[in-house]
């Protein structure tokens, strides 16, 4: 990657298919996660429930600096922030049952998924953004 471009780092979103050797596994060892690419489990308002989804989606996530990749490589780190996944533009939250059913709602928890990526430089691999220091 030349130096002073805007780059990004780009991965897999998926449901485990069942044409490929790793997903069958993956499949086999979870079968809750079949046909379905993430599973979060917990409590809104004091009730439990389970959201389910099926994205299938390749997210570009821009990196915080540009980054030059050297023969060596260099390490990058992805997290994701939870807590924006079922958030209202507006305030408040979206209920996660809710979400599980087709429309408006689902749409929204789904963009609001893509969108909780983020990528930085770490090259100790120590999970804070070099670029910070």
Do not use: C, Q
Request: aromatic share 8%; glycine share 12%; hydrophobic share 35%.
């Amino acid at each position: 990657m030349p130096a002073g471009s805007d780059p990004v780092v780009g991965f897999d979103i998926h449901r485990g298919s069942s044409s490929d050797s790793a997903n069958r596994a993956f499949r086999v060892a979870n079968p809750d996660f079949r046909d379905i690419s993430i599973r979060l489990e917990g409590t809104y308002n004091g009730g439990a429930f389970t959201s389910v989804r099926d994205v299938n989606a390749k997210p570009d996530v821009p990196l915080s600096k540009p980054l030059t990749i050297g023969a060596g490589g260099d390490d990058v780190t992805v997290t994701i922030d939870m807590t924006e996944w079922f958030l209202r533009p507006n305030g408040g939250l979206y209920s996660p049952a809710v979400g599980n059913s087709a429309g408006f709602v689902r749409a929204r928890i789904r963009n609001n998924i893509r969108n909780a990526f983020r990528a930085f430089r770490d090259k100790n691999r120590g999970g804070k953004n070099d670029d910070d220091r």
